[in-house]
């Protein structure tokens, strides 16, 4: 893990360099005095959510580059969003918190030398995956709470055809969760005794927004925001995985709205 950031900055602080620019595709972005209320949908929808799966289907994990990714909403401040300036061919973009599914990972869950697994366990090692990247990336812990990664809901459970095998929260290989944080869920410097702490100031953000809320950033990360509207969250994210991940958050809103 990297450093502690914070988007808040505290009474007396001095703000950092400002890394993000005031607009995303033009539009200016606020983070306070709009409802959260269709934001947090997808958290009431998959609480709500059986799983089912096909008791049949197998797949060999070793033929596909699987990832897992977790739409992380706070109440109060909104959607948690990445900010990435690391990546050699893309521009500083957003991510949700997330990556690779590793071969420990399935091992974690399948037990077995067999690359073979089920579609459940496929859902349960994408669980433990994305746990994993959360804390690597965050310092968020989640990976003794894997039943707080609901799954989110990407396809019509009516109008599916679920003979493909696809689970609910999958697109394109790519598993996706919705979970509700707290603020007893961030880290805190004091706490984990980080080297150094930097409060990140953005632009689009109102004056008067203040809160204490620290990330302990991996070091492919800069700094991180909360989001308050669904559009704002999909939009950001269209560097994110190839786009891929823009278009499953529009998807899990189309549902729901």
Known sequence: MGSFCSTCEGEGNKADAI???????????STKGQSLTDLCRPLEVSQ????TFDPYGRLDFSKNEY??????????HGALL????????KPPHYQLPGGHIDHSDFKQISRSLSTIITKEQLYKAARVGCAREIYEETGIDLRSRLDELLPMILHDTEQRDSTDGTLINEYKSRIFFVCEIFDDDFPYAERDGAM??????????????SCDLMLQLSVEHSGF???????????SL???SGGK?????????????
Do not use: W
Request: charged residues 25%.
């Open 67 to 76: 990832r897992a990714f977790c739409l992380l909403i706070h109440r109060k």
């Open 196 to 209: 150094r702490f930097s409060s990140t100031r953005f632009p689009s953000l109102p004056s008067d927004f």
């Open 225 to 235: 925001r909360f989001f308050t509207e669904s559009v704002e969250v999909s939009s």
């Open 48 to 51: 709500g959510h059986s799983l």
């Open 82 to 89: 990445l900010h990435c300036t690391r990546k050699k061919k």
């Open 238 to 240: 269209k560097h994110h």
């Open 245 to 257: 991940v823009e278009e499953a958050v529009k998807m899990t809103y189309s549902l729901i709205n």
């Open 19 to 29: 890394i993000e620019p005031k607009t995303i595709d033009g539009a200016i972005y």
